[in-house]
């Protein structure tokens, strides 16, 4: 594990040399970069001059620091993106964004175009943010029984992951990064993603390449955000994925490195 200082605060982040293409992975709400590591590992087996990168956002794994709701900034986790990428003078960058990590993703774009080749959104959040289904105190009373409930949400965090078994080593592995995440990310996000968000009007202004990944089993995020997503995104791709989840990346992470080998090969 490395480290990189985005403007004083400390990012967390996995590298991978030597691969086939130039990635950057940015996973979603409660999770880390650790989701990411069977998808790396995977991609890895094809060598060449590329490097892999997946980072912690800001209050989770190892990049710690974040003390209340208004330290909360998509903005700030973009830019930590982009500064981390330029820092290791990576171009051409495929950037796979998970859930509310592709709303992180499209900002990081709208950043510094220039740094991007393509997109990968898998199962992401649309352009603003979130809109609830419930009463916003009923949601962040979820999240805030999560906070101090350990049981509760490791079971919330597990439904998240279509056929996870909670009782197994692997998820147990990941609970307990999300676990130790910063106090305030567990209300805050979901508070910010609320209300606070909306991009939808630079979407036109995303013109690279773009695989949109949607599980049709995803009990998180219904199927119309990411047709939404299609409609914004000048030129996107919607691939439905039969049988799979919220998180493909943990639920099947064969699977969905060979749908993004596939859509890199036509680029």
């Known amino acids: 594990m490395a480290t990189f200082d985005s403007n004083g605060f400390s990012i967390s982040y996995q590298e991978v040399l030597g691969s086939s293409e130039n ?23 094809k060598k060449g001059t590329g490097q892999m990168i997946a980072a912690d956002w800001r209050g ?20 930590d993106v982009v500064s ?11 950037v796979i964004g998970h859930s509310t990590g592709g709303l992180i993703a499209m900002m990081a774009v709208l950043k510094k175009p220039e740094l991007f080749r393509s997109m ?11 809109d609830l289904e419930l009463p916003k105190d009923q949601v962040l009373a979820h999240f805030g029984r999560m906070s101090v409930d350990k049981e509760y949400a490791r079971m919330a965090l597990a439904a998240t992951i279509d056929g996870c078994d909670p009782q197994s080593d692997s998820f147990r592995q990941l609970f ?3 676990w130790n995440c910063d106090k305030p990310m567990w209300q805050g996000v979901i508070d910010v993603l609320s209300d606070q968000v909306d991009i939808t009007a630079q979407m036109s202004d995303l013109k690279l390449p773009t695989l949109i990944l949607h599980g049709d089993k995803d009990a998180v995020l219904k199927m119309e955000i ?7 995104l000048p030129h996107a791709q919607l691939k439905v994925m039969n049988g799979q989840g ?22």
């Open 226 to 232: 990411a047709e939404k997503n299609l409609e914004r």
């Open 23 to 45: 990635v950057f992975f940015i996973h979603g709400n409660l999770a880390s970069k650790e989701w990411w590591f069977p998808s790396m590992e995977l991609l890895s087996q």
């Open 120 to 130: 990968v959104l898998l199962d992401s959040v649309g352009g603003t943010g979130l």
């Open 246 to 267: 919220h998180s493909m990346n943990l639920e099947n992470p064969q699977g969905f490195v060979e749908e993004i080998k596939t859509f890199w090969e036509k680029l």
């Open 176 to 178: 307990e990064i999300t």
């Open 84 to 94: 981390l990428i330029e820092d290791k003078n990576m171009v051409n960058v495929c």
């Open 60 to 79: 989770y794994g190892s990049s710690k620091g974040i003390e209340s709701f208004r330290d909360i900034n998509f903005e700030n986790c973009a830019q």
